[in-house]
């Protein structure tokens, strides 16, 4: 069972290291980038950010689509703040909310995108948040989940251990002073839909197209870009 963690309350406590912690994960940012470019979005397209964090899935979207108009949207006020000081993002509109209903937010839509990077695994209600999201969406509107799965493969979960608990549970402690978000992340992406369950799951919602990559690295069989059309 995964430990309950009051998950934004958690990220605001890491969210002056979090930068400094994704750069020593070799292929954060580019396997971000990759997720938004998969994404395959016209120009000029409104794109909701959900669960943004400190902007890094944000600059992904940015470097793809430089003409696209973004909102960034987190529960977290202090990754939120991180995100805010980002020069290049100086024209993102960020809104502070809950996934679970991005509407209440601000965050009306319609869309052309969603990348939600990170972020359905935490939330309370995965389906009610992905049937949500489908509404902000135009009809043929892109959701992109990237986001890791390693429930169907003793592999990627042998290698999920090993790289939790070798290397990000004791730099957690060492750059951010706690342990607790990172051993929740081990936890919940052990204890979360495989591949093939998060397909469904997105089917459910009424995706349609829906299909996953995966990355390269330690994060191949680990990390995904989980696409759909609404
Ligand atoms: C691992 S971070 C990912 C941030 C960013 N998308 C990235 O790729 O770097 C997950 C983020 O999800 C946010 N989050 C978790 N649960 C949430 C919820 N119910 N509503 C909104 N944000 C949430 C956290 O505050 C955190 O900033």
Redo the contacts with the bound molecule.
Sequence with gaps: MTEKVA??GE?DRVARSYDLL?ALNPGYTKH?RWSAERMELPEGARIL??????G??TEALKRAYPSAVITG????AG?LESARDKADLADVTWLL????DPAAAGAHGPYDGVLM???IR???DPDLCLERVRRLLVSGGTLCL?EYSVAGSLWSKLVWNLVTMGIVIPLGLLFARTTTIFRYLRRSVLDFDSVGELEERMRKAGFTEVRSKTMVGWQRGIVHSFLAKS
Excluded at 49 to 54: I, S
Excluded at 97 to 100: E, H, I, K, L, S
Aim: glycine fraction near 10%; aromatic fraction near 6%; proline fraction near 7%.
């Design positions: 998950v934004p990220f994704s971000l950010d959900l669960c943004c964090g400190t890094l899935s949207l987190d529960a977290s990754m909310g809950n996934a679970m990077a990170y972020g935490n939330v309370p990237h």
